[in-house]
């Protein structure tokens, strides 16, 4: 069965970095185009990145110039690079697999920002 596992959230001051990985398995994971959502307390999950199987990117206009996907297919992994974190940012990331015609979804870690 499909899993997704995200790690690397924490507490962190205003402008400072952290990287979130999400490690899957069960999956094509190659074929698999993968991105990152995040919930806020009292808001909707929303579309933060999100990269195709051929490396293409795209993001949300909030965090362009601060957040940057990656993955490595050797690895089966996706990542999350967040530089000049804001308090906005603050909330629980997801990691989102969508292979074939299904998505697929990891458990959340929290990113919290605040000084």
């Known amino acids: 069965q499909v899993q997704l596992v995200e790690s690397g959230g924490g507490l962190v001051q205003p402008g400072g970095s952290l990287r979130l990985s999400c490690a899957a398995s069960?999956?094509?994971?190659?074929?698999?185009?993968m991105a990152w959502y995040r919930q806020a307390p009292g808001k909707e999950r929303e579309l933060v990145a999100a990269?195709?199987?051929?490396?293409?990117?795209n993001y949300i206009d909030a965090v362009k110039g601060r957040l940057t996907i990656s993955r490595d297919n050797a690895k089966k992994a996706v990542y999350l690079q967040m530089n000049n974190l804001k308090p906005e940012d603050t909330a629980v990331y997801y990691c989102?697999?969508?292979?074939?015609?299904?998505?697929?979804w990891g458990q959340g870690t929290q990113v919290t920002v605040s000084s």
């Open positions: 989102n697999a969508h292979a074939g015609s299904r998505n697929y």
């Open positions: 069960g999956m094509y994971f190659s074929l698999a185009d």
């Open positions: 990269i195709t199987n051929g490396g293409n990117t």
